[in-house]
């Protein structure tokens, strides 16, 4: 499984970003997609995950201002960050969730800064 993550950009505080990930390869019907960030000596914190069947969490990082989303015909998971702030600053990270382990693509950067 190959995942391109796209979306990522210069925004300033305050505003929106919607980053888009599409999963190619061997696609599994039951999966879980994920989206995670990492800033430098940070360990990767996850923001939030969907299942095929459109179950969602979110871990604190992600509550009230992100949304996670998918399109199953597309392959394609989406996050909506609203009202960035300069602490969302850092590389973020598609994850594909399958039974016999994990997939993650490279991360596209999000920079929030006026």
């Known amino acids: 499984v190959q995942l391109q993550a796209s979306g990522g950009g210069l925004v300033q505080p305050g505003g929106s970003l919607r980053l888009s990930c599409v999963a190619s390869?061997?696609?599994?019907?039951?999966?879980?997609m994920g989206w995670y960030r990492q800033v430098p000596g940070k360990e990767r914190e996850l923001i939030a995950s969907i299942t095929s069947d459109d179950r969602t969490t979110y871990a604190d990082s992600g509550k009230g201002r992100f949304a996670i989303s998918r399109d199953n015909f597309k392959n394609t998971v989406y996050l909506q960050m609203n009202n960035l702030k300069p602490e969302d600053t850092a590389v973020y990270y598609c994850n594909y969730v399958v039974y016999h382990g994990d997939y993650w693509g490279r991360g596209t950067l999000v920079t929030v800064s006026s």
């Open positions: 390869g061997r696609i599994f019907r039951s999966n879980i």
